[in-house]
Nanobody, 117 residues
């Protein structure tokens, strides 16, 4: 089992920045993908924000390219999401996700990000 604990969410004005963190613990060997997803209010589906594969290859949703940066600290077993130039449409619950070899998926509990003036 893998436990994921997210932090760093909150309320920020449009144009502001936040940094999300997700610390992994437990049986963390064989993790090869770490990423962030989000689910906006109003029953929208959870969507991919960014992933980092094997610590090097990154992938971003078009809506966040150039504004968000994903990175990983494999000593601390933590993945980060730096979010700049935030917009109201970035408002969502952000979930950390990891994938282990064999396709095992694990999710964090989610952290709320609200962008509003």
């Amino acid at each position: 089992q893998v436990q994921l604990v997210e932090s760093g969410g909150g309320l920020v004005q449009p144009g502001g920045s936040l940094r999300l963190s997700c610390a992994a613990s437990g049986t963390i060997s064989s993790i090869y993908v770490m990423g962030w997803y989000r689910q906006a209010p109003g029953g929208k589906q959870r969507e991919l924000v960014a992933t980092i594969i094997s610590g090097t290859r990154t992938n971003y949703a078009d809506s966040v390219k150039g504004r968000f940066t994903i990175s990983g600290d494999y000593v601390k077993n933590t993945v980060y999401l730096q979010m700049n130039s935030l917009k109201p449409e970035d408002t969502a619950v952000y979930y950390c996700n990891v994938v282990k070899v064999g396709g095992y998926n694990y999710w964090g509990q989610g952290t709320q990000v609200t962008v509003s003036s």
